[in-house]
């Protein structure tokens, strides 16, 4: 078994190992060439570039600064046409076509660039035009074409080189396969024999270990195995005995837990039965006791929302209160406005009684000197004594009205004196408002706060209720798991007594 195990393990291991450097090959010659390939393909496109921009450099002749950049991207595209050979030559080092090829596209580059760089720069300081250019020029184009060949050239030895890598590596995996089907069919012809004599001294004790698995599986733990020999077989037998030994101990020692597991099974079953019916109990006294706070708590909730409206309701009077006080301090300024200007009248209808006495005083006098012109002042005498009657009758309404003022401004310091008062009873009205407002406030904030604390104290006795319930259905369980504890008790005694020790 062990040469057997040690020939599979070494050709598995050749296998691998094998196949690991055919791959690890692969793959560095596949990415040579596709670098190889990719470089070529670039270089192809550098030397159209290098056609286009010489031909739009001649196309723009007449434009100087457009010249002068096409003649820049020209003198780039050339330097970087030269960097790629230089790269091809580096990768495909080991390949003599491509370096013979690389070495002639360099010198074809060389006269190319001899012929055309000088016309460009001629052309650039304006020393040919654009046709003279384009003459000069032509006899660039079989460069041209050489590159294009050489370069058509690289494409086929890089494409000749891969198929030439498939080729190769073609052969080696078919190496590989027959090397690994040799060296299998001669593991199989050397390992046969061995595997047939291993065999033959395998299975009989094999056998023996059966029939023992097979009495000790029925529970007969009572005979003994015979056990000679060194070898694997033996010492498979050798643990079979071990193991029935084992179990011999295994199944007193169960026979004797599961007699104990019954008793107290037995026990706790009552216990938790007990413990049931008081959790039970007390879950009755928890809900009784859950309905009751619910019950004061939509009670207190009940007054908090009282309190509060009255507390609103307060606020409000409180707030009519105040502004009633503003109307009656409005009253009482206008009725001091008012006094003022009855105050102001009175002065005015003085004046106007004096300017009336004198009118009178003067008019007398007219009506003297009228009297002493005789005929002549007669129409001023009746003049003047108009104006005097005039001026009687209005001093007789300036004191009528003065003494309606006077009455006015009695009356008007009546009434501010009254509404001075109905103010400051109106302030106290308001300072009282205000305290019972915030007494009532205080009032609703107590309240609140005991809600919120009964609340609690029922979220409390809920989840008190809930736990209980819960504990009674755990108790239930538990009682439930107790009995079934006990009647598996009883089945291991009955399963272990199916032994025979």
């Known amino acids: 078994m062990a040469v057997l195990a040690a020939a599979l393990l070494g050709l598995g291991a050749w296998g691998v190992v094998e196949n690991r450097i055919v791959t690890?090959?692969?793959a560095a010659l596949f990415d040579s060439a596709q670098e190889g390939s990719d470089a070529v393909a670039r270089l192809r496109e550098s030397l159209a570039n290098l056609r286009r921009l010489q031909a739009d450099a001649i196309a723009s002749g007449s434009n100087p600064v457009e010249v002068e950049r096409l003649v820049g991207l020209w003198k780039s595209e050339a330097e970087r046409v030269k960097k790629l050979d230089a790269d091809l030559m580096k990768i495909d080092s080991d390949n003599t076509t491509i370096e013979a090829l690389v070495k002639q596209q360099l010198a074809?580059?060389?006269q190319y660039t001899g012929i055309v760089g000088p016309l460009l720069d001629k052309l650039q300081s304006a020393v040919l035009d654009s046709a003279g250019a384009l003459a000069y020029a032509e006899s660039a184009e079989e460069h041209v074409v050489a590159l294009r060949t050489t370069a058509d050239a690289m494409l086929k030895a890089s494409q000749s080189r891969q198929a030439q890598i498939r080729g190769e590596l073609a052969d080696a995996s078919a190496l590989a396969a027959n090397l690994r089907l040799g060296l299998t069919v001669l593991a199989v012809a050397v390992l046969l024999p061995a595997l047939w004599l291993t065999l033959r001294s395998v299975c009989e004790p094999l056998q023996d270990a059966v029939a023992a698995a097979d009495r000790i599986a029925r529970g007969d733990l009572g005979q003994d195995l015979a056990t000679e020999g060194q070898d694997e077989t033996a010492a498979l037998l050798r643990s079979l005995q071990q193991m029935q030994l084992a179990l011999r101990r295994?199944?007193?020692?169960?026979?004797?837990?599961a007699e104990s597991i019954q008793t107290a099974s037995g026990e706790v079953a009552a216990g938790n039965a007990d413990l049931s019916q008081r959790t039970e109990e007390q879950a009755s006294n928890l809900q009784q006791t859950a309905s009751s706070m619910e019950m004061l708590t939509d009670s207190v909730r009940h007054n908090a929302d009282s309190a509060q409206r009255a507390n609103e309701l307060a606020s409000d009077a409180a707030g009519a209160a105040a502004q009633g006080g503003k109307v009656v301090g409005q009253a009482v300024t206008t009725m001091h406005d008012i006094a003022a200007s009855s105050q102001k009248i009175a002065e005015i209808i003085s004046v106007i009684d004096g300017i009336a006495f004198q009118t009178n005083i003067l008019a007398l006098?007219?009506?003297?000197?009228?009297?002493?012109?005789g005929e002549q002042g007669r129409g001023f005498a009746v003049v003047a004594g108009e104006v005097r009657s005039l001026a009687q009758r209005s001093a007789e309404a300036a004191r009528e009205i003065k003494t309606l003022i006077t009455a006015s401004v009695e009356r008007v310091e009546s009434g501010t004196r009254q509404v001075s008062d109905a103010g400051q009873a109106?302030?106290?009205i308001v300072g009282k408002v205000e305290r019972v407002s915030q007494l009532i406030h205080d009032i609703s904030g107590a309240t609140t706060a005991?809600?919120?604390?009964?609340?609690q104290v029922g979220d409390a006795v809920g989840q008190l209720d809930r736990v209980t319930q819960q504990n009674a259905a755990l108790v239930e369980q538990s009682a439930a798991a107790a009995a079934s504890l006990r009647a598996q008790a009883s089945r291991l005694a009955e399963v272990v007594g199916v032994f025979r020790v």
Not at 250 to 257: F, P, T
Not at 450 to 455: A, F, L, N, T, Y
């Open 365 to 373: 006098n007219a009506a003297v000197e009228a009297a002493r012109a």
């Open 24 to 26: 690890q090959r692969t």
């Open 426 to 428: 109106m302030q106290e």
């Open 108 to 110: 074809q580059l060389e």
């Open 450 to 455: 005991q809600s919120r604390d009964i609340g």
């Open 250 to 257: 295994l199944v007193g020692q169960v026979r004797e837990s």
